[in-house]
């Protein structure tokens, strides 16, 4: 069956990195666009950007531009989404999400989600 | 960027009764190619990922109890639930992926 497993919760400093990684199983991974939504504790779904199938073009949100990097590896059907400058209110669950199909952006596979917490 | 306002905030319905949520985006978001609207609702429970339940703003996903429905056109967007069952305690959410994938605030749905 289509899964999407997302690597262990992460602790990180101020002014750090972080890199998730997102594996897929049970379909053609060079197929489908990947996102990442991240949530803050208590809040609200937030879009942070999508890679296309090749690996080749990424589109961001405003909010992240500048601070984030998608990449993926079709070798080992993994996609990786780094945050860099870490803050506190980048504390959230990071998710990965595959589209239904090219063509309909809803996201009908999600990975479990992996907590990262900024803090001092 | 486009806005997505879900309302209301938070809803309280009584078991088998009708649950209405509603999504209303800033600009439209209606393809005027395939005439198919970049609409999507999902539902959230505690401590799980989103689940896809309706895209296109009215094509129930797979799997997806046909209580489940979705309407709307170009900026007003509806998600019904018409007989309220117990598992359908959750935060729902709109999303737009015509443009921007914003998401709406979120909608808490509670047994009345």
């Known amino acids: 069956q289509v899964q999407l497993v997302q690597s262990g919760a992460e602790v990180k400093k101020p002014g750090a990195s972080v890199k998730v990684s997102c594996k897929a199983s049970?379909?053609?991974?060079?197929?489908?666009?990947m996102h990442w939504v991240r949530q803050a504790p208590g809040q609200g779904l937030d879009w942070m950007g999508i890679?296309?199938?090749?690996?080749?073009?990424?589109t961001y949100a405003q909010k992240f531009q500048g601070r984030v990097t998608m990449t993926r590896d079709a070798s080992t059907s993994t996609v990786y989404m780094e945050l860099s400058s870490l803050r506190s209110d980048d504390t959230a669950i990071y998710y990965c999400?595959?589209?239904?199909?090219?063509?309909?952006?809803?996201?009908?596979?999600w990975g479990q989600g992996t907590l990262v917490t900024v803090s001092s | 960027d486009i806005v997505m306002t879900q309302s209301p905030d938070s809803l309280a319905v009584s078991l088998g009764e009708r649950a209405t949520i509603n999504c209303r985006s800033s600009?439209?978001?209606?393809?005027?190619?395939?005439?198919?609207?970049?609409l999507a609702w999902y539902q959230q429970k505690p401590g799980q990922p989103p689940k896809l339940l309706i895209y296109?703003?009215?094509t129930r996903e797979s799997g997806v109890p046909d209580r489940f429905s979705g309407s709307g056109s170009g900026t007003d967007f509806t998600l019904t639930i018409s007989s309220l069952q117990a598992e359908d305690v959750a935060v729902y959410y709109c999303?737009?992926?015509?443009?921007?994938?914003?998401f709406g605030q979120g909608t808490k749905l509670e047994i009345k």
């Open positions: 600009q439209s978001i209606l393809y005027r190619s395939s005439d198919r609207n970049g």
């Open positions: 296109g703003a009215s």
């Open positions: 999303q737009e992926y015509h443009t921007s994938y914003t």
């Open positions: 890679i296309n199938p090749s690996g080749t073009r990424t």
């Open positions: 999400a595959r589209e239904v199909r090219t063509g309909i952006g809803a996201a009908n596979c």
């Open positions: 049970g379909y053609t991974f060079t197929n489908y666009f």
